[in-house]
């Protein structure tokens, strides 16, 4: 009974000492930092090209968790599932069709919403050969232009993007330093993406005054939304681009109007031999023909 009684009184004790600490503690106390992490991994039949612009992303996002290879195309619903075995809440999958199209997934994992684009105008950094540079694993800046603002579908954009490239404090491969922006500008119904370091001085004045610059250092590259998806690679579609057109109907459409070409000729030449049998026939027999000099 008197141990009954002891642990007792201790657990009381402990509850009064934990409201006390909560009372005194404040309000920035209760803060708690965003832990955000993101898979990036790529499907089978990626190209050179495109495999240096996942490498320079992983440079400039020291918040990512790199996996292998997707084996399906079909079944993208597992990312899902290694996204929670790597306990990362976004994703950027990027997705090769055909050895040449590239569609790049962005995900909220694991209850989504997620957005489809297709990624154009790839140039990486080891092909642009920019003055700038930044210290790898520095933390950039995620910033857009008044455009965003606009729909909600580009809100909503514009909240997923910010998620998923800009880089938590609690990153453990973080630097503590904040030297390039990344900048995402919306135009024509596209994203455009760039990235630029910040120089404080000018280099040609060093001892002069500081008068911060921008300078590209790279990758650049050009997405475009095809679709946003409810759920996490799937689900209800909350926006489709009605002007996207895939670059597999593009492609069929340049062949069907060559083809185009290739039959007005030959259908030309096959009136023209008509024609000629046609006058043939129609001339009346003449009398220096072979048939009437040598019969």
Known sequence: ???????????????????????????????????????????????QRMRHLMRDLEVLLPHTKKDSKLDTKSSLHLINELADLHSCSNTLYFEARRHEDLYLWISRTPNGPS??????????????????????????????????????????????????????KTSR?????????????????????????????????????PIPSLVEIGPRFVLTPIRIFEGSFGGPTLYSNPEFVSPAATR??????????????????????ERKKRLREELPEDTLSRKKVFA
């Not at 933390?139 to 800009?166: C, Q, Y």
């Not at 503590?176 to 993406?193: A, E, G, Q, R, V």
């Not at 069929?252 to 031999?273: L, N």
């Open 252 to 273: 069929a459409s340049i062949k069907r109007e060559a083809g185009q070409k290739y039959r007005v000729r030959k259908e030309g030449e096959t009136d023209r031999e």
């Open 173 to 209: 491969r973080l630097k503590p330093f904040i030297d390039h922006i990344l900048l995402f500008s919306l135009l024509d119904n596209k994203i455009w993406f760039r990235n630029y370091q910040i120089i404080e001085k000018d280099p040609l004045t060093p001892t002069g005054p």
């Open 1 to 47: 009974m008197a141990t009954l009684l002891k642990t007792s009184t201790e657990i009381q004790k402990g509850k009064n000492k934990k409201s006390k600490d909560n009372a005194t503690a404040g309000p920035s106390e209760g803060y708690k930092p965003r832990k955000d992490k993101t898979l990036m991994l790529c499907s089978r039949g990626v190209t």
């Open 115 to 168: 957005i489809k684009c297709h990624v154009q105008n790839i140039h990486t950094m080891d092909e642009l050969k920019m003055t700038g540079n930044c210290l790898k694993g520095s933390r950039g800046l995620v910033t857009f232009d008044g455009a965003w603002d606009g729909d909600e579908s580009t809100k909503l954009m514009k909240e997923v993007l910010t998620h998923t490239f800009s880089v938590p």
